[in-house]
């Protein structure tokens, strides 16, 4: 069933409804009247013949037609009840306003289950329970007890949150911000956010998707909805707490690096998700996507009364790598031709301190006009001559038929402004408290573009050989063994089509020498034992043996030492290896997150990375773009392409790495972390190494 009737019912009643005011049995009846609901409400109550002058219903048999909603606000024990009556009505949808379930505790919890049961058995949609219930402004409908109804307007409100949503309610007031639709969930026992995202991604009225969570439930579904949702229209969410994934104890660079947040970044980056730290921030960004067309490029033009703040405005277009606009010849001349002398004509345009409204309405269409430019934002400051009001009058004359190109105001200051902002707001110029605000608005937008006209994603795949890997993982599952040591992680890696370096393990110093022999010099050792984790911690890597000699003397040493810092070691030998001279080190990792899959990573790679947290996470299975994506996300790119006279190594390379990685740890579910580090890659044209890797590995 769609989730129609919970926004759009001809008929609501209330069970549970009260007379006392100030009960919330009372305020829901009384919010629906107040809304001005034009369907039918009725008050249900054996108890009372009469609520706020609405007659009263015994039960909801004695109504004699099937409400199209129901709304329970009856003490939870009660609740089972009255949900057994609304399946032998018939109805279809039904708010539980009523706490005391799942948050409570084990009582609860059963309780709350009893409650779907019936539901899910009568084919009745539930929304709760715990919430403060649905709020329509365009229908009229206010089912809830969360005040007054808001402003209609284009935005679709969900909250985990039944109390945020009161805060945001009347921030949004202060702010004009208007909604389409406002919808506190609850506990989620069935409608969840999901639910109600897609029915809003549906709705006409709504043009922005907004809500607050604290927890989502199931990733994958998750992901793919959004994308599907943020095609049509942006996605804004605050998200509070972690997976918890990051907390357990991790064994490789990879999951070490990954934070409590990470999945979600991850997540949300691929599905176009606008993250947002705050409903301050929340509010900017969905008043332009509401209000203002999407600016077509990232050219950026500044108009303003003063110096300073045009500065603050070019410093953060520059920051935020959006392009300050360099306005044609003609809307130079235009500007200089009008404007008095002293005024700046080029960007950041400068009306001057003693601007009235007609100067700006002129140099705003003026620039409006420059096909070099995408996007304007107007700062003002009010000084002695500004009339504050009529300038933001003048704007929305100046803005009124511009559909292509994004404006948005930064009017500076605090009473002087008020009245101002107000205009601009209502009049659909978004306002910000700084120039900052604004630039990062639309480098929101922009993003939102750009990720909006991504290429397609296709998966690219290996011809690799999956059987080896398979046979190597069911062994170590079955022997209980969750580290795969290297010799065996680097047989997995070749069945997927990396290159690693040749080597042998030697027990004497004698047979180290011959292998190094048959290597060729320079070769590199490392101590071969399972409980050894990181070989350099311990001194158990030696680099750069030139002799026969040198390895000997480097087998020696080795043998002797660690066991003296690692009594309880078991070891193997030492690995004579192929050395790989030149090249760059970087990582390619996974950590499987529980709820949203493998993230992969990468960033510059040998013992500095968790140093430096120079990396980039993504989710597999990822595509050659993401995957360079991926790469020039880090601060390290500029090192891959090659700096002063430094040649640059190949980056295709790294990411066709990162892509066959994707691609096994897709296949296998049993991988839960691993890294390749280093992974040593060489310039344009030459095949990197996987020269150390680790994986672990449990039963999926
Ligand atoms: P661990 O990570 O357990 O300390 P590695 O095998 O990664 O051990 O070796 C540590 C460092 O030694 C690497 O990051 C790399 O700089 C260098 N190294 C190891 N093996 C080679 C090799 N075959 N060729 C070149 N450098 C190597
Ligand atoms: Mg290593």
């Known amino acids: 069933m769609s989730l129609e009737l919970f926004f759009s019912p001809e008929s609501v009643a209330v069970v549970g409804a ?31 013949d009469e609520v706020a002058g609405l007659p009263c219903h015994p039960n909801l048999q004695s109504i004699g037609s099937v409400p199209d909603l129901v709304i329970i606000v009856v003490p939870p024990k009660f609740v089972p009840s009255v949900m057994k009556e609304c399946a032998a009505v018939g109805v279809k949808a039904v708010i539980v306003i009523t706490a005391g379930f799942k948050e409570i505790g084990a009582e609860g919890r059963q309780l709350e289950e009893n409650v ?109 909805q959004m994308e599907r949702i943020s095609q049509d229209k942006p996605v804004l969410l605050i998200k509070s707490g972690g997976t918890g994934a990051g907390a357990k104890a991790a064994s490789s660079h990879t999951g070490s690096l990954a934070g409590n947040e990470t999945a979600y970044e991850v997540i949300f980056d691929r599905a176009g998700v606008i993250r947002c730290d705050s409903v301050r921030t929340q509010f900017d960004y969905a008043q332009a996507f509401v209000n203002q067309p999407l600016p077509p490029g990232q050219r950026v033009a500044v108009i303003t009364n003063a110096g300073g703040p045009g500065i603050m405005a070019a410093d953060a277009i520059e920051r935020k790598g959006l392009t300050f606009a360099s306005l044609t010849d003609e809307t130079v001349a235009r500007l200089a031709e009008n404007l008095p002398a002293a005024a700046n004509v080029s960007n950041p345009v400068d009306v001057l301190g003693d601007a009235l409204p007609d100067r700006y309405e002129f140099a705003l269409e003026v620039v409006l006009s420059d096909p070099g430019v995408d996007a304007v934002i107007v700062v003002l400051t009010p000084q002695a001559m500004t009339d504050c009001a009529a300038t933001a009058e003048a704007i929305l004359r100046a803005a009124e038929n511009v559909q292509d190109k ?23 110029v978004p306002q910000y408290d700084s120039p900052e605000g604004a630039v990062t608005t639309l480098k929101v937008m922009n993003d939102y573009v750009t990720w909006r006209n ?29 580290e795969i040591a290297e010799m065996e992680s680097k047989e997995i890696l070749e069945a997927y089509g990396f290159i690693t370096p040749k080597g042998m393990i030697a027990t004497s110093a004698q047979q180290a020498a011959s292998i190094a022999d048959q290597l060729g010099y320079p070769v590199v050792m490392k101590i071969w034992s399972p409980d050894i984790i990181h070989k350099s911690d311990v001194g158990g890597v030696k680099v750069s043996l030139n002799s026969p000699q040198q390895v000997m003397d480097a087998f020696d040493l080795m043998i002797y030492r660690i066991p003296k810092k690692m009594p309880d070691a078991d070891i193997h030998g030492v690995l004579v290896q192929e050395m790989c001279t030149g090249g760059m080190e970087v990582i390619l990792g996974m950590n499987r997150d529980p709820h949203f899959g493998p993230l992969l990573m990468f960033g510059m790679g040998g013992v500095t990375v ?22 020039t996300r880090t601060k390290a790119y500029q090192l891959l392409e090659g700096v002063r006279g430094q040649e640059g190594v190949d980056i295709s390379a790294i990411a066709e790495g990162i892509q066959r990685l994707s691609q096994l740890v897709t296949a296998f579910p049993e991988i839960q972390e691993m890294d390749i580090n280093p992974f040593v890659v060489g310039p344009e044209g030459t095949a990197p190494v996987a020269v150390d890797a680790r994986i672990s590995v449990e039963k999926s």
Do not use: W
């Not at 009260?18 to 108890?47: D, M, W, Y």
């Not at 994004?406 to 659909?428: D, N, Q």
């Not at 968790?610 to 790469?631: G, S, W």
């Open 18 to 48: 009260s007379r006392q005011a100030g009960k919330v049995g009372h305020e829901i009846v009384t919010g629906l009247i107040g809304g001005g609901f034009p369907g039918k409400i009725f008050p249900v109550n054996p108890k009372a």
């Open 116 to 224: 779907i049961q019936i539901a899910r058995r009568a084919k009745i949609r539930v929304v709760g329970p715990n919430c403060l219930g649905i709020m329509a402004p365009a229908r009229k409908l206010n089912a809830s007890f969360g005040g007054e109804l808001p402003a209609i307007g284009g935005v679709g409100y969900v909250s985990q949150s039944g109390a945020l949503m009161t805060a945001i309610l009347d921030m949004a007031k202060a702010n004009d911000i208007g909604f389409s639709t406002m919808i506190s969930i609850g506990n989620k026992a069935d409608v969840d956010e999901l639910d109600i995202m897609n029915a809003l991604g549906q709705d006409e009225q709504t043009r922005v998707v907004a809500g607050y969570l604290e927890s989502i439930t199931d990733g994958d579904r998750f992901v793919q």
């Open 406 to 428: 994004t404006i948005l105001a930064s009017f500076l200051g605090g009473l002087k402004i008020a009245e101002a902002t107000g205009i601009l707001r209502r009049g659909g």
């Open 454 to 482: 991504r290429p397609k994603r296709v998966v690219k795949l290996f011809p690799v050989n999956r059987r080896k890997v398979e046979q190597i993982i069911e062994r170590h599952i079955r022997r209980g063994v969750r």
């Open 610 to 631: 968790e140093v430096l947290k120079d990396v980039a996470f993504y989710l597999a299975p990822i595509t050659a773009d993401e995957a360079r994506d991926m790469l």
